[in-house]
T-cell receptor, first 111, second 110 residues
Framework: DARVTQTPRDKVTEMGQEVTMRCQPI?????VFWYRQTMMQGLELLAY????????DSGMPKDRFSAEMPDATLATLKIQPSEPRDSAVYFC?????????FGPGTRLTVL | RKEVEQDPGPFNVPEGATVAFNCTYS??????FFWYRQDCRKEPKLLMS???SGNEDGRFTAQLNRASQYISLLIRDSKLSDSATYLC???????????FGTGTLLAVQP
């Protein structure tokens, strides 16, 4: 049963530190998405890739966030420097056409 | 105005009840529609796609009204295990982007 995997599952860090989240999409899926979920805002799309090319990162704070897909089996989301307001659950999803499958998420707490 | 709007609930219903959720979307160019389910502290999972003709999957029925830009989900004979947040999702097929509503919380009581 193919699944999207994400690491780490939980991350606690201090303000100012760099955070890197990793995602392994389902083999064969050509789109990869990064979302952030908070109680206040719900699910927000941060960035997405099609065939490893970045298509839209308009939802991402450009000054501190970056998303890359160095190869077809790995997508990364980096925050540098992290701030308390970045505390949220970050989901990666991969898909074909309109159907997306979510990973279990990384729960980030920035103190 | 949010692109996808849902009543946040909570909807508290007894086991066996029928419950309906509604959702409206603002972009008339939206092409694909879905309901996702999210359990507490878990990831969203696709529940069902929504087609113009309406579609049914067991106890779940989804309907789409393009003219009114309205989507619904009906759950019959609700079970305790149906307790979750139900997310209304709209896609613009040209971009594969999914736009999520903030979700409706359902609590099925014994």
């Amino acid at each position: 049963d193919a699944r999207v995997t994400q690491t780490p599952r939980d991350k606690v860090t201090e303000m100012g530190q760099e955070v890197t989240m990793r995602c392994q999409p389902i083999l064969g899926h050509n789109t990869v998405f990064w979302y952030r979920q908070t109680m206040m805002q719900g699910l927000e799309l941060l960035a997405y890739f099609r065939n490893r090319a970045p298509l839209d990162d308009s939802g991402m704070p450009k000054d501190r966030f970056s998303a890359e897909m160095p190869d077809a089996t790995l997508a990364t989301l980096k925050i540098q420097p992290s701030e308390p307001r970045d505390s949220a659950v970050y989901f990666c999803a991969s898909g074909l056409a309109d159907t997306q499958y979510f990973g279990p998420g990384t729960r980030l707490t920035v103190l | 105005r949010k692109e996808v709007e849902q009543d946040p609930g909570p909807f508290n219903v007894p086991e066996g009840a029928t419950v309906a959720f509604n959702c409206t979307y603002s972009n008339s160019a939206s092409q694909s529609f879905f309901w996702y389910r999210q359990d507490c502290r878990k990831e969203p999972k696709l529940l069902m796609s929504v087609y113009s003709s309406g579609n049914e999957d067991g106890r779940f029925t989804a309907q789409l009204n393009r003219a009114s830009q309205y989507i619904s989900l009906l759950i019959r004979d609700s079970k305790l295990s149906d307790s979750a947040t139900y997310l209304c999702v709209v896609a613009w097929s040209a971009t594969n982007k999914l736009i999520f509503g903030t979700g409706t919380l359902l609590a099925v009581q014994p």
